[in-house]
């Protein structure tokens, strides 16, 4: 497996188990309030730092234990690593536009905030999805 695979795979289950937290998080202390007046700026805050820090450290790691592989990137990884984030990044402008249109009626800013940060786990769990295909089962450019 390449290093790139393998950052692929790190940063898609990240993205899964740092959003399955900050869900965990946010629905456990709605209790009977609104889930809209649940404090969510910080749960989301800590879950993007620990995902971030939880990847670097990943990198660091697999880095250590496969030498020979760290840093490696053949012109197949580099197409796969294009592919991915290009199918990945449709997810960025749904969220965006879905966050300007809710901002447009005025909901509340739980909800734009939600939804742009589906938005970004999305579009990170789609594009890793992509690549790893890709990896898997063969990549043909276009």
Same mark, same amino acid.
């Given at each position: 497996?390449?290093?790139?695979?393998?950052?692929?795979?790190?940063?898609?289950?990240?993205?899964? !188990?740092? @959003?399955?937290?900050?869900?965990?998080? +946010?629905? %456990?202390?709605?209790?009977?309030?609104?889930? *809209?007046? #649940?404090?969510?700026?910080?749960?989301?805050?800590?879950?993007?730092?620990?995902?971030?820090?939880?990847?670097?450290?990943?990198?660091?790691?697999?880095?250590?234990?496969?030498?020979?592989?760290?840093?490696?990137?053949?012109?197949?990884?580099?197409?796969?690593?294009?592919? !991915?984030? @290009?199918?990945?990044?449709?997810?960025? +402008?749904? %969220?965006?536009?879905?966050?300007?249109?809710? *901002?447009? #009626?005025?909901?509340?800013?739980?909800?734009?905030?939600?939804?742009?940060?589906?938005?970004?786990?999305?579009?990170?769990?789609?594009?890793?999805?992509?690549?790893?295909?890709?990896?898997?089962?063969?990549?043909?450019?276009?």
């Amino acid at each position: 497996m390449s290093s790139e695979e393998k950052s692929a795979w790190i940063m898609g289950v990240l993205a899964v !188990g740092s @959003y399955a937290a900050y869900l965990i998080i +946010v629905l %456990g202390q709605a209790g009977n309030m609104p889930l *809209a007046e #649940v404090p969510y700026a910080a749960p989301l805050l800590w879950t993007v730092g620990a995902s971030i820090a939880a990847s670097i450290v990943l990198h660091i790691v697999t880095g250590i234990a496969s030498p020979k592989d760290a840093g490696k990137k053949d012109q197949r990884d580099k197409e796969i690593y294009r592919f !991915g984030e @290009y199918i990945g990044q449709s997810f960025v +402008v749904i %969220g965006g536009v879905s966050a300007l249109v809710m *901002a447009m #009626v005025e909901l509340d800013y739980f909800w734009i905030a939600n939804v742009i940060y589906l938005a970004f786990v999305l579009s990170a769990i789609l594009g890793s999805v992509a690549k790893i295909v890709a990896y898997r089962r063969g990549f043909q450019p276009w």
